[in-house]
Nanobody, 118 residues
Framework: QVQLVESGGGLVQAGASLRLSCVVS????????MGWFRQAPGKEREFVAA???????SYADSVKGRFTISRDNAKNTVNLQMNNLKPDDTGVYYC????????????WGQGTQVTVSS
């Protein structure tokens, strides 16, 4: 069974940095497309960043230049380095996994809370 466990969230002030991690079990990361999503209170879940099985990365316009997604296949872990955080970055951050070359993510983590105060 595939499981994703996120960690690294917290309460920080605007301008600070956080590093989120997602440990994947039951699926080989090198054969997976991985993504990070977030959901703010009262809003729909939105795409943040993704990294394909081949290492190709993509970002939402709102986080480009501030967030970096990376993967450590040896540790089966995906990370999201978040710099210069803004209050609008507040939300629950979810890690997602999809089969290589699939168009959908079929497994999701429970989420980790990120709160950025002004």
């Amino acid at each position: 069974q595939v499981q994703l466990v996120e960690s690294g969230g917290g309460l920080v002030q605007a301008g600070a940095s956080l590093r989120l991690s997602c440990v994947v079990s039951g699926r080989t990361l090198s054969n997976s497309d991985m993504g990070w999503f977030r959901q703010a209170p009262g809003k729909e879940r939105e795409f943040v960043a993704a990294i394909s099985w081949s290492g190709y990365t993509s970002y939402a316009d709102s986080v480009k230049g501030r967030f970096t997604i990376s993967r450590d296949n040896a540790k089966n872990t995906v990370n999201l380095q978040m710099n210069n955080l803004k209050p609008d970055d507040t939300g629950v951050y979810y890690c997602a996994s999809g089969r290589r070359l699939s168009t959908t993510y079929d497994y999701w983590g429970q989420g980790t809370q990120v709160t950025v105060s002004s």
